[in-house]
């Protein structure tokens, strides 16, 4: 059974530093992607990053040049390194796993999602 279990969130001022993990077990498909997305309260969850199996990484453009998205496959953990960080960043965030195919086109599997509060 798949787990993906999410933690290192919490309260941060704007311009500050966060890092967010995502410990897995269970995924046995040798080709895969790893993703983050948030949602803030009131709106729809929202894609943030993707790795995939071969290491290539996508970002939303309001996260890109600030949010890095890495993998331990030792530690079979995902990382999201996020800096310089704006209120409009607060939300719950989500690890999500699906398979590769050419590209990422669907998750079956989340997280319960760890907060991440940014004040201004």
């Known amino acids: 059974q798949v787990q993906l279990v999410e933690s290192g969130g919490g309260s941060v001022q704007s311009g500050g530093s966060l890092r967010v993990s995502c410990a897995a077990s269970g995924y046995t498909d040798s080709r895969y992607c790893l993703a983050w997305f948030r949602q803030a309260p009131g709106k729809e969850r929202e894609w943030v990053a993707t790795i995939d199996s071969n290491g290539l990484t996508a970002y939303a453009d309001s996260v890109k040049g600030r949010f890095t998205v890495s993998q331990d496959n030792a530690k079979n953990t995902l990382y999201l390194q996020m800096n310089s960080l704006k209120p409009e960043d607060t939300g719950m965030y989500y690890c999500?796993?699906?398979?590769?195919?050419?590209?990422?086109?669907?998750?079956?599997?989340w997280g319960q999602g760890t907060q991440v509060t940014v004040s201004s």
């Open positions: 999500a796993a699906g398979p590769f195919l050419r590209m990422c086109p669907n998750y079956n599997y």
